[in-house]
């Protein structure tokens, strides 16, 4: 399954079932950038448990400021619908891992 790129408008349908990954980012931002190779290899191993969601804060405003995202990269786990899980920052791949297979 491939990252895909969400926006406002399909925030909520995209994150709704099953165990969904959400970067929040900006094209602007380093630690983003170092993190999305590491969500990459991680949708191509885990594929199978979650998707992986991408929303540029700077052209989704909304969707950011309903979850109180403060500081990018931001990370929310929802599990059918719901925020089960939150991480700030460039983490390493383990710990995103981890993460998602606490939730799996």
């Given at each position: 399954m491939a990252i895909v790129?969400?926006?406002?408008?399909?925030?909520a349908a995209e994150t709704a079932e099953g165990l969904v990954l959400a970067d929040f980012w900006a094209p602007w931002c380093g630690p983003c950038k170092m993190?999305?190779?590491?969500?990459?290899?991680?949708?191509?191993?885990?594929?199978?448990?979650?998707?992986?969601?991408?929303?540029?804060?700077d052209e989704n405003q909304e969707t950011a400021g309903k979850f109180g995202v403060m500081s990018i990269p931001t990370l929310l786990l929802f599990k059918?619908?719901?925020?089960?899980?939150?991480?700030?920052?460039?983490?390493?791949?383990?710990?995103?891992?981890?993460v998602i297979n606490k939730h799996a």
């Open positions: 790129n969400v926006t406002d408008q399909n925030f993190i999305a190779p590491v969500l990459e290899d991680i949708d191509a191993e885990l594929s199978d448990k979650v998707k992986i969601v991408k929303l540029d804060v059918d619908g719901n925020v089960v899980d939150q991480v700030v920052g460039f983490q390493p791949k383990e710990a995103l891992v981890d």
